[in-house]
């Protein structure tokens, strides 16, 4: 008989944010059970960099809260926190490390990370009602993946090499020539 492995246990939210102070690591926490996150690259940051400079002084003029890398976002519904790349709430945020209202939610794809930004994250996020607009980034071509809230249902558009992608919620469009501005990605 093949031995077992001891089934993880489940952390409150507070052991949780203990252990992310103890070990000066971010982990992604899902109803009790915590996930190391993975190191960026710096292609990655590059790409979370333009969207940043492309976006933030948008969203502070029109009085929002823009965040990148470290803030985590919650799910109320589904006690998890995830930390996107990018976000966006343009609804009052009391707490100083959590987006609870988002509504711009951007994720940049790894090899590792991209079948569970696509299924995982992008049903968890449109689980929280402001979600208007899920992006995810792709660092090995120029597509980005637009995935917006319909009245009944999600809307889903795929850009390839050039064009805007509106972001309701800003009252602007955010292009693929500013998220890959400067970098060697290459077209489809």
């Not at 919650?74 to 490390?97: K, T």
Request: aromatic share 10%.
């Amino acid at each position: 008989m093949a031995a077992r492995a001891p089934r993880p246990s489940r952390l409150s939210k507070e052991e949780w944010l203990e252990l992310e102070q103890q070990t000066d690591q971010r982990y992604e926490y899902l109803d009790g059970f915590v996930y190391a996150m993975a190191g960026e690259s710096r292609l990655h940051n590059e790409i979370v960099g333009n969207i940043t400079e492309a976006l933030r002084a948008r969203a502070r003029a029109r009085g929002c809260h823009f965040a990148f890398l470290s803030v985590r976002v919650a799910i109320a519904q589904l006690n998890r926190y995830y930390y996107p790349d990018v976000v966006v709430s343009c609804a009052e945020e009391p707490h100083s490390h959590e987006i609870h209202q988002p509504c711009l939610v951007v994720e940049v794809l790894s090899k590792s990370s991209a079948e569970r930004d696509r299924r995982e994250k992008l049903d968890a996020y449109f689980k929280i009602p402001t979600l208007q607009t899920y992006l995810l980034v792709s660092q090995e071509e120029r597509r980005v993946e637009v995935y917006q809230k319909a009245p009944w249902n999600l809307l889903w558009s795929e850009w390839i090499n050039e064009g805007a992608i509106e972001i309701p919620c800003l009252g602007e469009t955010l292009s693929l020539s500013q998220i890959y501005a400067g970098l060697e990605v290459p077209e489809v």
